[in-house]
């Protein structure tokens, strides 16, 4: 995929949207940001 070129589809797909809903969880050992 070129590069600055968005997946819109992939983005919406049910697997993308299960991954967005997950809590972080507390102990992982660096910071992440949704």
Do not use: Y
């Not at 590069?3 to 050992?29: A, C, F, H, W, Y």
């Amino acid at each position: 995929m070129a590069r600055g070129v968005i997946d819109i589809e992939g983005m919406n797909s049910p697997e993308m949207q299960s991954l967005k809903n997950t809590k972080t969880p507390d102990d992982i050992p660096f910071c992440i940001t949704k």
